[in-house]
């Protein structure tokens, strides 16, 4: 049972649209992660946070933002989506040294 | 710079025999490495880990072994079962900075 989620899982949509997709975890961990991963390709982090207010780019270039108000919840917006964009978005956390927890990830089509 | 690789992009295996997946990485700094299983249209879920302390973990039918001087890990999974069928992330850590591989897709045939 998932103790992490993300929504929406699949979103095809047209470019210059404003886009956020939801990450919320139920665990209480205090890091959060954003990595995008194409077809047969590693993972990239591209945003992180260790708790509330605190938020980094990861080491993969982004044009999403990312913000982090309250523990749970870590959504990452992106301003003006282009095809470029098109890729699927892992949202993960983790609390103290535990491995990372996956949600199911969001499969973003951009036309 | 991909710090963590794995080579063989797909592995075919017959039921009940023994499924290898292998791993290299080239940052000496790495002291943490792990091993994540995905599931189409699933999020990779947690597998196994070992530390750098560490040559052998095993959990069951999983076994994962590091060979430091090497810079190699690999997964084993004794007996493979359909339902192995999936791809396998490797993943390796330092401190908070965590590298991903690209993964392996390992199918077992029943």
């Known amino acids: 049972e998932a103790d992490i989620y993300q929504t929406p899982r699949y979103l095809v949509i047209g470019t210059g649209k404003k886009i956020t997709l939801e990450c919320s975890q139920t665990m209480g961990h205090d890091k959060m992660y954003w990595y995008q991963q194409d077809p047969g390709m590693e993972l990239h982090l591209i945003h992180y946070?260790?708790?509330?207010?605190?938020?980094e780019k990861g080491d993969l270039s982004s044009e999403s933002t990312v913000s982090r108000i309250r523990t749970e919840h870590f959504p990452l917006t992106l301003e003006s989506a282009r095809p470029s964009h098109t890729s699927q978005y892992l949202c993960?956390?983790?609390?103290?040294?535990?491995?990372?927890?996956f949600g199911d990830g969001t499969r973003l089509s951009i036309l | 710079d991909q710090q963590v690789k794995q080579n063989s992009p797909s592995l075919s295996v017959q039921e009940g025999r023994i499924s290898i997946l292998n791993c290299d990485y080239t940052n000496s700094m790495f002291d943490y490495f792990l091993w994540y299983k995905k599931y189409p249209a699933e999020g990779p879920t947690f597998l196994i880990s070992i530390s750098s302390i560490k040559d052998k973990n095993e959990d069951g039918r999983f076994t994962v072994f590091l060979n430091k001087s090497a810079k190699h890990l690999s997964l084993h999974i004794v007996p493979s079962q359909p339902g192995d069928s999936a791809v396998y992330f490797c993943?390796?850590?330092?401190?908070?900075?965590?590298?991903f591989g690209a993964g392996t897709r390992l199918t077992v045939k029943p």
């Open positions: 993943a390796a850590k330092s401190g908070d900075d965590m590298r």
């Open positions: 946070s260790y708790g509330v207010n605190s938020t």
């Open positions: 993960a956390s983790s609390g103290g040294n535990q491995p990372q927890h």
